[in-house]
């Protein structure tokens, strides 16, 4: 087999700009995803305040029965899985130097060239935000709001699974990364392929700091 | 070669055109959008008539322009090669300029009329709710305390402003010939005014809905009857009492004590129930003291008279009109307003008649959660079913029997006997025989 | 040179080298005569929907039959017929336009052509029974949430718009990186031919305005399948989220079908005046400008919902605002042919005859963005004379202009002149046989959308007039396709350069080798082809050779006519294998959604059983197509 992952063209390959192909492609792509976010984002604020019924993200509720349901939003747990995913961003720039740099002095057998170690490290971390989402989810549904339940509860859940979606996508891709590291070992010549993701990778990153912004912030 | 013929074929065109004219002439425009008849219809027509004007002028422009570059630029044989242009940067500006000079001789009166248009209608106007469903139209006079469906009564002269709302799906509300549209949309409150002209009184438009809303949407149809300001009071004083034969307002001891009581009544009755007979129809109130002014049959013009033919093929409802000579109003009147018969004759689970179904002295169901067009003053109205069918006894004693087939996609049930239900996939096996359905013709017909 | 007799225009043949290739000729190829059989469809579509409204309160078809045939009519023609025809125009043209070899992701481009293929097929069926989709194509919201729509209707629509918008999508990326990326030397963005261009900015208009439409119609999805509460009216919907988030997609949307025309046009004037384009600055700059006002004027599809005063201004002016640049790329044109020598093929009557009706729809465009008469104008008969001039007289004149222009550079034959100019005139008048007339019985108080009609509303004369050209108009696409056909195999032989014209294309052999360009060619002016045969032609604009290095890094080589028909392999070209990975990747996503139908029909395991398995399916043949090699 040529290589293990295809369309990869040699580096001599003539292109306009001098960049590979896919790296255009890939912000072509997130162009798009911004428009997807923003369409999702407008909706969630379009109808903030505008359930029926509760349970309601920042203020308190009582229903019919004089039940009282909290504000659901819970801040606190939140800006720790933000904090996790901040992190991931930073873990995932060492992972692409130390491909990027393979062979180097100061990568070379040294943890900074570990690139096994930092896609690990960015997938687990991924990994942990997309736990404590499940843990956010299943709690708000156990305090009474379901995709359902009201207008807050289907576009939250939707905006806020899309970007869960996207994360769990971008942990599948860093573990297939991961498993040619593994069996092969990614070299300088293939920094592309972890560029590209990376940058996937940042922008669900930033996406998640416009979403935990207006979403969870902004009263 | 293809000269001679593109020739030929060009006149053919001019000729067909021609044609064109001819015919269109010769027909009469009673929806016409190029009316003065109201304050709003006369500022559309000011911008229309700028707007034609000036896109006359840039079409007649462009396309002269167009065709005398083709004629004369046309190739010549061994002609050389044409002198070669690239740009020219005073042109491009020019062409440029003068569009947006004409687009500003477009915005200027534009944006006035848009606010002078979707100002607040001032506060001695006549107000009107227009609520949308599937697929008729719902008018209630709040200063009045009435409802209405599908025939509009406009004081000739008096400012009206419409406020717009749906039950179900997005309506739009429109009268050519008196203003533009605006559309009628759930949850969401929308305006529109404007005043029919004085010199109206006794003119009848025609009405659409103009947002697609499914099956029937071409059948969603009204009429507007500008009338003079007594003959509306008449009419508006008239539609305020209750229906003929309904039984005088009173508590009516006999009637479930609760709403609750009635509801249940209402679903234990779905089998035909043995004792209808005990509760005899109550006693006939006098016919309402004031006949109250209806617009003439007479005087409605042939283009506002609907034509809808009746339904063919596997949708045809078949009737024995023979037996509608004989159709018994009081008769039809017991069938449809004692409960017992609820099952079968499900009218007034829907429909409002303004007097019968009371608990406690009260309306069992009331306008808001009423799913069909009140019913307290039908026999003044010339139409029925979305403005669809003239109300003549033929016609409704088929909609009474096989609405659905009558309606497509109507959501008035199948009532006849035998008569295949599209709702249901099904033939019923119960239901109103012709007889019965000529007897509620007859209530129908007596409802002034 | 025009001796030799078009040879086979592929190195491989039969029925699978069509299903696995990744030619983006042949892809081209698929994509025209697919869209073409989809727009006979929905053109007979129409014959019918103009066949019940000939005459009042006619029978022909039943209410609901008619909503889905005007359903399918919009649909069709907007998603099956009219945007993959230009895709297919992209797919064909745009690398031959640049000088470069295939798109920069083969693979990925015949995965866009059979979601196309499967997604409209899905989408069409279901009229053969009778539930079709009958929402219209705008698909208002809450008519199309399950309480007014419980059917599976509305599903096959939703499930199908979603299935062409990744289609589109796909495609899009593919070629934005494709103009940015695989230029040849020395062909800068402003010496692109003005087809490319348009292109480009279409690109640009797919990649934001899908994906905006994509979660409006997730949201339609969720709420009919999964119960969430978008659209629905009880829980305080506002039933203007949809139309916003839907305008928003469909005013670009607009000009995703119109820029491709405008751009084939731009290429046939100059070639039929013997004039370079004039000022091809502003008309790529206008086609800018047109693409980002596009994206600030969706309300205007709404002046009648009540968005108040201020909101009706704002889009009244932007809307007006956005005439200026269309009007200036008229100007153009004509001044292209003014002086010129006007050769009247097929193609060129076809690109006048563009420039004649879309002035027509143009004016009415303005007539409607002022909002008060407008009022009067929308949802009636005049909009749909209105958008027929600009979709038909703009987009479907240009496209038939393209497939006369570009047949011989396609098949290395001609089509018919003679039938090409009974085409057109029949076409010319037929169209505005149709659609003139609407503008008077909208006027004059016809509703659009409405199965029948009263007699002696003022509208039988218009609509038996346009009942009338619906007819000449289908007999005038048979002419077409009559002309199609049997130029195929009779059309006079065509030379590489078929018309004279001035760009790369047009350097190469009809029809083009696999390869396109057997040496790469370094570009020099915007009309290389014209700097070799009419230096006279080009000698008033810029010429510069890129640098040395650069031609160098690409092997690149001056432009010239390629007459040569080697093989890729005697030329040592590395061509991209053959694969059916994309087609199985497409009937996997397909499948996907399809499955979902099930849950409407009460059967949950099996939609969760196929909805599954399709999407392992999916992930798993796009884990080898990434792993297999491409070339």
Same mark, same amino acid.
């Given at each position: ?219 | ?448 | ?73 919009? *649909?069709? $023609?907007? +998603?099956?017929?009219?945007?993959? /025809?230009?895709? &297919? =125009?992209?797919?064909?043209? @745009?690398? #031959? ?98 087809? *490319?261009? $348009?292109? +480009?900015?279409?690109?640009?208009? /797919?990649?934001? &305005? =899908?994906?905006?439409?994509? @979660?409006? #119609? ?112 008229? =100007? ?300």
């Amino acid at each position: 087999m040529a290589s293990a992952v295809a369309e990869v063209h040699e580096h001599t390959h003539y292109t306009t700009t001098g960049l590979d192909n896919r790296k255009v492609a890939i912000w072509a792509f997130i162009g798009s995803e911004c428009m997807l976010f923003m369409s999702l984002i407008s909706t969630y604020l379009i109808y903030k305040g505008k359930s029926i019924v509760g349970p309601f993200p920042h203020e308190a509720w009582t229903d019919p029965s004089g039940h009282v349901f909290k504000p659901i939003l819970n801040i606190p747990v939140t800006s720790q899985s933000t904090f996790v995913l901040l992190m991931s961003s930073l873990v995932m720039v060492l992972a692409l130097a130390a491909v990027e740099n393979r062979g180097k002095p100061g990568y070379q057998g040294t943890l900074l060239g570990n690139s096994k170690l930092w896609l690990a490290a960015t997938a687990a971390l991924g990994a942990t935000f997309l736990g404590y989402q499940a843990y956010e989810f299943t709690s708000f549904v156990h305090e009474g709001l379901t995709i359902h339940t009201n207008l807050f509860g289907s576009s939250f859940f939707t905006l806020t699974g899309f970007h869960g979606a996207h994360v769990t996508a971008g942990v599948l891709w860093l573990l297939t990364l991961l498993s040619i590291d593994i069996k092969r070992g990614l070299t300088p010549k293939d920094a592309l392929l972890v560029d590209i993701c990376a940058l996937y990778w940042h922008f669900v990153d930033v996406v998640w700091i416009a979403i935990f912004t207006l979403v969870y912030l902004i009263k | 070669m293809p000269r001679k013929r593109s020739r030929r074929l060009s006149s053919a065109l001019i000729l067909m055109a021609g044609a064109l004219v001819v015919a269109a002439c010769g027909e009469k425009y009673p929806n016409s959008t190029f009316t003065h008849l109201t304050d709003f219809n006369t500022i559309i027509d000011g911008l229309w008539n700028r707007l034609l004007l000036l896109g006359t002028i840039v079409f007649v422009f462009v396309e002269t322009l167009l065709i005398f570059t083709i004629i004369k630029f046309r190739r010549r044989e061994g002609a050389p090669d044409p002198k070669q242009t690239h740009g020219n940067t005073t042109l491009e500006i020019t062409w440029t300029i003068i569009p947006a000079l004409i687009l500003v001789l477009i915005a200027v009166p534009t944006v006035d009329a848009i606010w002078k248009t979707e100002a607040k209608a001032s506060d001695s106007s006549i107000q009107v709710q227009v609520i949308g469903h599937q697929w008729w139209w719902e008018f209630r006079y709040p200063q009045y305390g009435f409802t209405t469906a599908n025939e509009l009564y406009l004081p000739a002269g008096r400012t009206v402003n419409f406020q717009l709302n749906s039950r179900d799906v997005i309506h739009s509300f429109w009268t050519p010939q008196l203003g533009g549209k605006r559309d009628v949309i759930a949850n969401r409150t929308n305006y529109i005014w404007y005043t029919p002209d004085s010199s109206l009184a006794g003119s009848v438009f025609n009405g659409f809905c103009t947002e697609y809303c499914g099956s029937s949407h071409a059948n969603m149809r009204f009429h507007v009857y500008a009338v003079s300001p007594a003959d509306f009071d008449s009419w508006a004083a008239h539609q305020k009492e209750n229906a003929a034969m309904s039984p005088i307002v009173a508590p009516a001891p006999a009637a479930p004590a609760t709403p609750a009581a009635a509801v249940k009544v209402a679903s234990a009755a779905t089998k035909p129930a043995a004792p209808a007979a005990t509760k005899p129809a109550a006693p006939v109130a006098a016919m309402p003291a004031s006949e109250g002014y209806v617009f003439p049959l007479a005087k409605m013009p042939p283009h506002t008279l609907p034509q809808t033919p009746f339904p063919v093929g596997d949708r045809e409802v078949k009737f024995d009109e023979s037996l509608l000579a004989g159709g018994d109003a009081a008769r039809g009147h017991e069938l449809v307003s004692n409960m017992a018969h609820m099952g079968d004759v499900p009218c007034l689970t829907c429909h409002i008649i303004k007097g019968e179904y009371m608990v406690a002295g009260k309306q069992m169901f009331t306008d808001d959660n009423a799913k069909a067009p009140n019913l307290t003053h039908f026999a003044t109205r010339h139409t029925f079913a979305g403005g669809i069918y003239p109300a003549t006894p033929a016609m409704l004693a088929r909609w009474v029997k096989n609405a659905e087939h009558m309606k497509p996609g109507s959501l008035m049930t199948t009532l006849g006997n035998g008569e295949y239900a599209p709702s249901m996939k099904s033939k019923r096996t119960t239901g109103l025989d012709d007889r019965q359905i000529a007897d509620i013709v007859a209530y129908l017909l007596s409802l002034k | 040179m025009a001796t030799t007799a078009a040879t086979p225009s592929y190195e491989q043949t039969g029925i699978w080298s069509w299903i696995t290739t990744v030619d983006h000729k042949r892809i081209g190829a698929l994509y025209l005569y697919t869209a073409l059989f989809f727009f006979m469809f929905g053109g007979l579509e129409a014959g019918v929907i103009r066949w019940q409204l000939a005459q009042p309160n006619q029978h022909i078809v039943s209410a609901e039959l008619y909503n889905q045939l005007f359903t399918m009519h919009g *649909t069709t $023609m907007i +998603f099956l017929a009219v945007m993959p /025809l230009s895709a &297919a =125009f992209f797919n064909f043209l @745009i690398p #031959l336009q640049i000088g470069a070899r295939d798109v920069a992701f083969p693979r990925l481009n015949a995965f866009s052509y059979w979601v196309y293929v499967l997604g409209g097929t899905f989408m069409t069926l279901p009229i053969f029974f009778n539930t079709a989709p009958n929402g219209g194509w705008f698909g208002y919201a809450p008519l199309t949430t399950l309480p007014f729509s419980s059917g599976l209707n509305i599903d096959f629509w939703v499930m199908g718009l979603q299935i062409l918008g990744i289609s589109s999508l796909a495609a899009a990326f593919n070629f934005i990186t494709t103009i940015i990326n695989m230029r040849a030397p020395g062909m800068t963005l402003m010496r692109m031919p003005v087809f *490319t261009w $348009m292109s +480009f900015v279409v690109q640009f208009l /797919l990649v934001l &305005a =899908f994906p905006v439409i994509t @979660i409006a #119609l997730v949201f339609l999805l969720f709420d009919r399948f999964f119960g969430t509460n978008f659209y629905e009216i009880a829980a305080g919907a506002d039933p203007l989220l949809w139309q916003h988030l839907f305008w928003v997609f469909g005013h670009p949307e607009v000009y995703i079908l119109i820029l491709p025309a405008f751009g084939l046009v731009s290429e046939i004037l100059p070639t039929f005046s013997r004039k370079p384009l004039f000022g091809y600055n502003v008309v790529v700059y206008s086609g800018i400008m047109i693409g980002f006002l596009g994206f600030g004027v969706w309300a205007h599809h709404m002046f009648a919902v009540g968005m108040g005063a201020t909101a009706d201004t704002i889009f009244a002016l932007t809307t007006m605002l956005i005439g200026i640049p269309t009007g200036v790329k008229i =100007f153009n044109w004509i001044a292209t042919m003014w002086g010129g020598q006007i050769r009247f093929t097929a193609a060129m009557k076809f690109a006048i005859g563009l420039i004649a009706l879309f002035t027509i729809g143009g004016i009415s465009g303005v007539m409607h963005s002022s909002p008060p008469a407008d009022l009067q104008q929308t949802d009636t008969y005049f909009v749909v004379a209105h958008f027929h001039y600009v979709l038909f007289g703009g987009s479907i004149m240009g496209i038939f202009g393209g497939i006369y222009f570009y047949y011989p550079k396609i098949t290395g034959r001609y089509m018919s002149e003679v039938l090409g100019t009974w085409h057109f005139w029949c076409t010319f008048i037929a169209m505005n046989l149709t659609f003139f007339p609407m503008h008077f019985s909208g006027m004059l108080g016809m509703p659009r959308r409405i199965y029948t009609y009263d007699a002696g509303q003022g509208w039988d004369t218009f609509n038996l007039i346009s009942s009338i050209g619906t007819g000449l108009l289908i007999l005038s696409t048979l002419i077409f396709v009559v002309n199609f056909l049997k130029s195929r195999k009779s059309g006079e032989v065509a030379p590489g350069d078929a018309w004279g014209a001035g760009t790369l294309e047009w350097t190469i052999p009809s029809p083009p080798p696999d390869y396109n360009f057997a040496e790469i060619p370094f570009v020099t002016s915007r009309y290389p082809l014209w700097d070799l045969k009419h230096p006279e032609r080009t000698s008033g604009i810029a010429h510069s050779a890129p640098d040395v290095m650069t031609i160098t890094d690409a092997h690149a080589t001056p432009v010239h006519e390629e007459m040569g028909h080697k093989t890729a392999a005697e030329l040592g070209i590395p061509m991209p294998f053959n694969t059916v990975k994309p087609l199985i990747a497409a009937a996997a996503l397909v499948a996907m959604f399809g499955g979902l139908l099930f849950m409407h029909t009460n059967q949950f395991a099996v939609a969760m059983t196929i909805t599954i398995g399709s999407a392992s399916l999916f992930v798993g043949t796009l884990y080898a197509w990434l792993t297999s090699p491409l070339e």
